[in-house]
C-alpha cells in the first residue's frame, strides 16, 4: 500500500486541556476510593476504575486526527475510531468551513446538515459523499486543497 498523501491536525489545546480535567479528576477521585475507607461498595469502586481508564483511552485517541490516502483507500479518524473509505467508492469531495453551530463541539459528531464530521478543531476541512454510506463524512485537514487535488483523482 503506497501512501500518497498524510496529514495529522492537532486537537484543540482546551479540548485536551478539558478532557485530561476530567481524567485527573476522575484519577483522584479513584485514587481516594482505594487508599480511604468509604461506604462505596467494591462494584462501584470498580466503575469508578473503569470509567478512569476509558477516560484514558480517551485523551490519548483523541489528541489527534490522521488522515491517510493510500493507492486504494481514504483513512481518517482518531486512534482507534477510524473511518476507512475505498477510492473508488468516493462520488463528492467538497472544501468546506466548519461551523461550530452544525456539529455542537469536536470528536466524532453527528452534524445538524446530516454528515457526520470528525473534527478536532475549527478549520477547514473535506466534506465527502461516499457510495454505500448513508451520510455524508466531514474532516478537518491542514491543506484542503491538496488533500481534495488528491481525491478528485478517484471521484466517479
Known sequence: ???????????SVMVIAILGLS???LASF??????????????LKIFVFAMLLVGLVVVVSFRKLTIVVT????????GKFRKKVGLGNLTKVEIKDFKFSNYLG???????????????RGGKGIL???????????FIVNNPEQIKSVLDKYVK
Open 106 to 120: 469536536y470528536g466524532i459528531r453527528f452534524g445538524r446538515d446530516g454528515s457526520v464530521g470528525y473534527v478536532p
Open 1 to 11: 500500500m503506497n501512501v500518497v498523501y498524510k496529514d495529522e491536525v492537532p486537537s
Open 71 to 78: 493507492n486504494t483507500q481514504l483513512i481518517f479518524g482518531f
Open 128 to 138: 465527502i459523499t461516499v457510495r454505500g454510506e448513508k451520510k455524508p463524512l466531514f
Open 23 to 25: 481524567v485527573a479528576i
Open 30 to 43: 479513584s485514587y481516594s476510593q482505594f487508599t480511604q475507607p468509604t461506604e462505596m461498595n467494591l462494584g
